[in-house]
Every structure is written in structure tokens, then in C-alpha cells.
């Protein structure tokens, strides 16, 4: 059977009546439907079972050829090849087939600096595709700041054999030091096949530091968060397994988004992470295809939630102004909070639990929060060590990093309507599905806009990403939005009818980028938009 892209069925008129005809008409319905099946049972938490954290990637010497110009002096050349392997998600699970880069999942961290750009050399080295995933891939930088060539628009493909150099030059926007980021992540963006891509394993994390955020928390003039080992991202995806032999399973016919029902921290299930009595940094990375967390911390001896564990420093555009203490945070597909936890407040011999506390049946969004008392989902185990052989430098300041100021007269600022909404069992950003080739919008380079984001469906969420620049939030339904959302943000959730306003100014580079839903079922059916910043 040939397989028609999405792209095609919607040529061809096939999502007319939802992807139900498809199912009825017997296109792959018993071969694909795997949606609802649940994986087999796998041991909660198995001795011996650690929280793996990927690899800080090591610049090359040199990338032969050369990269092409303009390269500029001191960008540090990195090369990564995507690779199909196996990987061990639980240890009663057999290994499963991923697409890693650099045969991994997640993919080596990279740890950039500010003014030192980075060029990337990717190689696809995919095989043939077998079940799902595509191997054309484009390679997008999540957060980045780069120009469009660089960007990983969904139709910039390279083959099976090919390579690409991207160029991220590691330079706030408008060179605007409170810009700077913090976490990103580098994931594929093909066009129709995104979420394919990225649930088979291609997702990696790209880290930046600079003089404040320097990445050593013994350095009198930086911030002093806790840094090298106690420094660690936590990536989350949901997987589902075949019941047969244990495979990774994906449906490429559910369109509403797909939801494992396991969940994998840094590629692994259920696993535990050591931590002595001491402040750690980690930095949370919803990379699921359609599932929502609300992450919550239990101390085990005691079956509770504490009541404000966490102390969130910073959010998808980077550090906060100040810190904010926290009982929980809502993470949606492709957001990042970074948290403080404090060990220190345990005894030696505790086991501290994350647990997920919200419930979620399918790819409409979250249904509810779990009532207290009932257990929630367990993801990572802490065991609490005794207290660290050299102490705890680390700190957390009052004042992390300052939000640049609103323009004061916001009001003459050029405004943009998007509204999401559905269609044809698809979804359409402003009445249009997604087209590469047209822009639906566009922004005048240099001075801001204000774009209106509303979601025009009583039921479905859609977390909505903008590429390019970080953008502020004005208001929410109307109002102020809560402090978590003031901060740079480039993804921010609508829930169903959410009304957001928001503040975006496209600084240092004009050209075709994209916008789009986070749910990458959705984004895979149609929910992006092309945007140009424009030159006047
Ligand atoms: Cu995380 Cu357009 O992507
Ligand atoms: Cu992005
Ligand atoms: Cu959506």
C-alpha cells in the first residue's frame, strides 16, 4: 500500500469526513490503529535503573569540506549524524528501533555560549523508512534566533545520504542582553511528518550560557545556580509499546494526537536519579507529541504532594526577573520551565517522587487534575543521598534576569488576528490550512506587533509556538496574565476559546518562518502558518 502523505489525502479531498472514512474504508484500519492498545507492564522504578543524561556534545577541529561562507572566525563546528539504533526504554522491554541524533535519544546537549555562534554539520544517515517515521529531515532549532536559511522551515529537507550545516550564531535578539535564552531544543520539522520524526527520537538539547548564567556555580560574578552535575535537563515523552513483541508503536492515523502510555525521562522509563542534600538546577522539557504534565513532588513516607517544592528560574525565553516559588507547573508539548529543588530539606535515605497529576484520554488536551489523594502518574524517582562531599556553593538571587520594557504606546503597534479553529477534520490557522508556499501574515522588521491569538473551538487545546523571536504575553481572556506568563515565552498553551494577546518584535532578520500548534499531529495536519518578516 502505497502510503498517501496527509498533504495528498487533503488534495484529494480524503479528509473531507475525518479520518474516520479512513478507518471505514479500510486504508490500514487494523494496522494502525494502535492508539488505544496499552503497552505491556513494565516494573515501577527497578533497581538499578538510573536517570540517563545525554552527552554534552564536543566541538570538532574542523568539518571537511569547509562550511561554506560566511562563516564567521570563532563559531565552533560541531557535526551529528542521524542515525537509526536501538535504544532500551525500560529494562523489561526488548530494545525498541529509534532515529537518534547521533544514534541517541535524546540527542547529545549542546552547550552554547553567547558570541560564539555554532555551526552544525547534520548528516542524514536514515535508513529506508520501515512502519513510521520519514527520513527527509529538516533540523530546527527550538528558541533560536537565526535567520531563516537556518531556521529548519518544514520544506528545507535533506535526503537519505545528504548533509546540511545550520548556523546559529548564539547572539541575543537586537543583541539585547535580557534576551538571552536559556533552554532550547533542536528537533525535526518536516513538513506533513514531524511528529512521526520526533516520536521516533529525533529531539535533542541545545543549552546556552553567557557571563551571568555562566555555568559555574562557584563564579563570584555569575548567578551561582547550581551547575555541572547538578545541572540536569529532564525530557519528557510519552511512548506506547506493542503488546506482541514489545516494539515502539506510533498510529500515523490518529490525527488528534497521539498519547503513549508510558512516560520516558531522557529515554528511559521509571528511572532514579541519586542527589546528595543539596540544591540541583533541572530543566523540563515537555518533547511529547500531544500530552499535557502538571508536574507535583511527593515525599514517599509520607503520600503527599508538598506544598511548594519547586522554585521556577526560568521559562522558554530564559532566566526570570525574579525567582517564583511554585506547588506545580502545567508544561504543554514543546514548553520549558527550569526549576531549583532543594534536597537539602530531606533526610538521608528519602524517596522523592515526581509524579504527573493530570489525566488525559486523548489529543483534545488535559481533561482534569487528579484528585488529592489519588495517586497520580510516577515519572523519576529521587533517592535522597547524605550531604555533598564539597558543600553547596550555589545560590538562588533575588533578581535573575531583567524583562526588556514594553513599548509605552503599544497601542499604534500594527495588529494581527489568528484564529485556530477546525476543519474537514483538520485544522486551520485563519480559515487556511497550512501552505509553505504563501504567507499568511506578515510583520515589518524592527518594530513591534501585536499579535491577537484566539481559539475558536469549544474543546480542543492547542499549545502555539511562534518561531524566531520570543514573544511577551499582554493578556489573557482579557486580563493580566498570571506571573509564570510574564516572561519570554514561545510557546504559550489556548485552552479551548482562550483569547491571548501578545507582543513579538522581529529584530535582526527578515524572511519566511513558520508558526504553528505544538501538538505535532495537529502541526502535521495543517495547524502551522508561514510568516514573513518584511523589509520596508
Ligand atoms: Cu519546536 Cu516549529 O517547533
Ligand atoms: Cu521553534
Ligand atoms: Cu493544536
Given at each position: 500500500?502505497a502510503?498517501?502523505t496527509?498533504?495528498?489525502?487533503?488534495k484529494?479531498?480524503?479528509?473531507?469526513?475525518?479520518?474516520?472514512?479512513?478507518a471505514s474504508?479500510?486504508?490500514g484500519?487494523s494496522?494502525f490503529?494502535s492508539?488505544?492498545?496499552?503497552?505491556?507492564?513494565?516494573?515501577?522504578f527497578?533497581?538499578?535503573w538510573?536517570l540517563?543524561?545525554?552527552e554534552?556534545?564536543s566541538p570538532?577541529?574542523s568539518?571537511?569540506?569547509?562550511?561554506?561562507?560566511?562563516?564567521?572566525l570563532?563559531?565552533k563546528?560541531?557535526?551529528?549524524?542521524?542515525?537509526?539504533?536501538?535504544h532500551?526504554?525500560?529494562?523489561?522491554?526488548?530494545?525498541?528501533?529509534?532515529?537518534?541524533?547521533?544514534?541517541?535519544?535524546?540527542?547529545p546537549?549542546?552547550?552554547?555560549?553567547v558570541g560564539e555562534?555554532?555551526?552544525v554539520?547534520?548528516?542524514n544517515?536514515?535508513?529506508?523508512?520501515?512502519g513510521f517515521?520519514?527520513?527527509?529531515t529538516?533540523?530546527?532549532?527550538?528558541?533560536g534566533?537565526?535567520?531563516?536559511?537556518?531556521?529548519?522551515?518544514?520544506?528545507?529537507?535533506?535526503?537519505r545520504g545528504?548533509s546540511?550545516?545550520m548556523v546559529?550564531?548564539?547572539?541575543p535578539?537586537?543583541?539585547d542582553h535580557?534576551?538571552?535564552p536559556s533552554t532550547?531544543w533542536y528537533?525535526?520539522?518536516?513538513?506533513?511528518?514531524?511528529?512521526e520524526?520526533?516520536?521516533?527520537g529525533l529531539?535533542?538539547?541545545?543549552?546556552?550560557?553567557?557571563?551571568?548564567d555562566?555555568?559555574d556555580?562557584?563564579?563570584p560574578?555569575g548567578?551561582?545556580?547550581?551547575?555541572?552535575?547538578?545541572?540536569?535537563?529532564?525530557?519528557?515523552?510519552d511512548k506506547?509499546?506493542s503488546?506482541?513483541d514489545?516494539?515502539?508503536?506510533y498510529?500515523?492515523?490518529d490525527?488528534?494526537g497521539?498519547l503513549?502510555?508510558?512516560v520516558?525521562?531522557?529515554?528511559?522509563i521509571?528511572p532514579?536519579l541519586?542527589?546528595?542534600?543539596?540544591?540541583?538546577?533541572?530543566?523540563?522539557l515537555?518533547?511529547?507529541?500531544a500530552r499535557?504534565?502538571e508536574?507535583?513532588?511527593?515525599?514517599?513516607?509520607?503520600?503527599?504532594?508538598?506544598?511548594?517544592p519547586?522554585?521556577?528560574?526560568?521559562?522558554d525565553?530564559?532566566?526570570l526577573?525574579t525567582?517564583?516559588?511554585r506547588?506545580?507547573f502545567?508544561?504543554?508539548?514543546g514548553?520549558?520551565?527550569?526549576?531549583?529543588?532543594?534536597f537539602?530539606r530531606f533526610?538521608e535515605?528519602?524517596?522523592?517522587?515526581l509524579?504527573n497529576?493530570i489525566?488525559?484520554?486523548?489529543?483534545?488536551?488535559p481533561?482534569?487534575?487528579?484528585?488529592t489523594?489519588?495517586p497520580?502518574?510516577?515519572?523519576?524517582?529521587?533517592?535522597v543521598?547524605g550531604?555533598p562531599?564539597?558543600?553547596?556553593?550555589s545560590q538562588?538571587?533575588?533578581?535573575?534576569r531583567?524583562?526588556?520594557?514594553?513599548?509605552?504606546?503599544?497601542?499604534?503597534l500594527?495588529?494581527?488576528?489568528?484564529?485556530?479553529?477546525?476543519?474537514?477534520?483538520?485544522w486551520?490557522i485563519?480559515?487556511?490550512?497550512f501552505d509553505p508556499d504563501t504567507?499568511?501574515?506578515?510583520?515589518?522588521?524592527?518594530k513591534?506587533?501585536?499579535?491577537?491569538l484566539?481559539?475558536?473551538?469549544s474543546?480542543?487545546?492547542h499549545?502555539?509556538h511562534?518561531?524566531?523571536?520570543?514573544?511577551r504575553?499582554l493578556?489573557?481572556?482579557?486580563k493580566?496574565?498570571?506571573?509564570?506568563?510574564?516572561?519570554?515565552?514561545?510557546t504559550?498553551i489556548?485552552?479551548?476559546?482562550?483569547e491571548?494577546?501578545?507582543?513579538?518584535?522581529?529584530?535582526?532578520y527578515?524572511?519566511?518562518?513558520?508558526?504553528?500548534?505544538?501538538?505535532?499531529?495537529h502541526?502535521?495536519?495543517?495547524?502551522?502558518a508561514?510568516?514573513?518578516?518584511t523589509?520596508?
Open positions: 500500500m502510503k498517501l496527509r498533504r495528498e489525502m487533503l484529494f479531498g480524503l479528509l473531507a469526513s475525518g479520518s474516520g472514512l479512513l474504508s479500510g486504508v484500519c494496522l490503529s492508539s488505544r492498545i496499552p503497552s505491556p507492564t513494565t516494573t515501577r527497578p533497581e538499578g538510573s540517563s543524561i545525554p554534552v556534545l570538532s577541529s568539518l571537511s569540506p569547509d562550511p561554506a561562507p560566511p562563516i564567521r570563532g563559531y563546528m560541531y557535526e551529528i549524524s542521524q542515525e537509526e539504533r536501538q532500551q526504554f525500560h529494562p523489561d522491554l526488548p530494545p525498541s528501533t529509534i532515529w537518534g541524533y547521533n544514534g541517541t535519544f535524546p540527542g546537549t549542546f552547550h552554547a555560549r555562534g555554532s555551526v554539520r547534520f548528516h544517515n536514515l535508513p529506508q523508512a520501515k517515521g520519514v527520513p527527509r529538516v533540523v530546527h532549532l527550538h528558541g534566533h537565526q535567520s531563516s536559511e537556518n531556521d529548519g522551515f518544514p520544506t528545507d529537507y535533506f535526503l545528504e546540511k550545516d546559529y550564531p548564539n547572539v535578539a537586537g543583541g535580557r534576551e538571552t532550547l528537533h525535526d520539522h518536516l513538513i506533513d511528518f514531524t511528529a520524526n520526533v516520536y521516533r529531539a535533542g538539547l541545545y543549552l546556552v550560557f553567557d557571563d551571568k555562566c555555568g556555580e562557584t563564579n560574578r548567578l551561582r545556580l547550581p551547575s555541572g552535575p547538578f545541572d540536569i535537563p529532564l525530557v519528557f515523552t506506547r509499546f503488546p506482541d514489545g516494539s515502539l508503536t498510529d500515523s492515523f490525527h488528534d497521539f503513549g502510555d508510558k520516558a525521562v531522557n529515554g528511559r521509571h532514579t541519586s542527589v546528595y542534600r543539596r540544591k540541583y538546577r533541572f530543566r523540563f515537555n518533547a511529547s507529541n499535557f504534565y508536574f507535583f513532588l511527593r515525599l514517599e513516607k509520607e503520600n503527599r504532594s508538598l506544598p511548594t519547586f522554585v521556577q528560574i526560568a521559562s525565553g530564559g532566566l526577573p525567582p517564583l516559588s506547588s506545580s502545567l508544561l504543554t508539548n514548553e520549558r520551565v527550569e526549576v531549583i529543588l532543594d537539602s533526610s535515605g528519602d524517596e522523592v517522587i509524579e497529576r489525566r488525559q484520554w486523548d489529543g483534545r488536551g481533561n482534569e487534575r487528579i484528585a489523594g489519588e497520580g502518574t510516577d515519572l523519576l524517582k529521587f533517592r543521598m550531604n562531599p564539597d558543600g553547596d556553593p538562588i538571587k533575588d533578581r535573575l531583567e524583562l526588556a520594557p514594553l513599548p509605552t504606546d503599544l497601542s499604534s500594527p495588529r494581527e488576528d489568528l484564529i485556530f479553529d477546525r476543519k474537514s477534520g483538520a486551520v485563519n480559515k487556511k490550512f504567507a499568511l501574515i506578515t510583520a515589518p522588521l524592527g513591534g506587533v501585536i499579535w491577537r484566539y481559539n475558536n473551538t474543546r480542543w487545546w499549545p502555539i511562534i518561531h524566531l523571536e520570543f514573544f504575553i493578556t489573557r481572556n482579557g493580566r496574565p498570571p506571573d509564570h506568563e510574564i516572561c519570554r515565552k514561545d504559550l489556548l485552552a479551548p476559546r482562550d491571548v494577546e501578545i507582543f513579538v518584535q522581529f529584530r535582526d527578515p524572511g519566511k518562518y513558520v508558526l504553528h500548534c505544538h501538538n505535532l499531529e502541526e502535521d495536519m495543517f495547524m502551522m508561514r510568516y514573513d518578516v523589509e520596508s
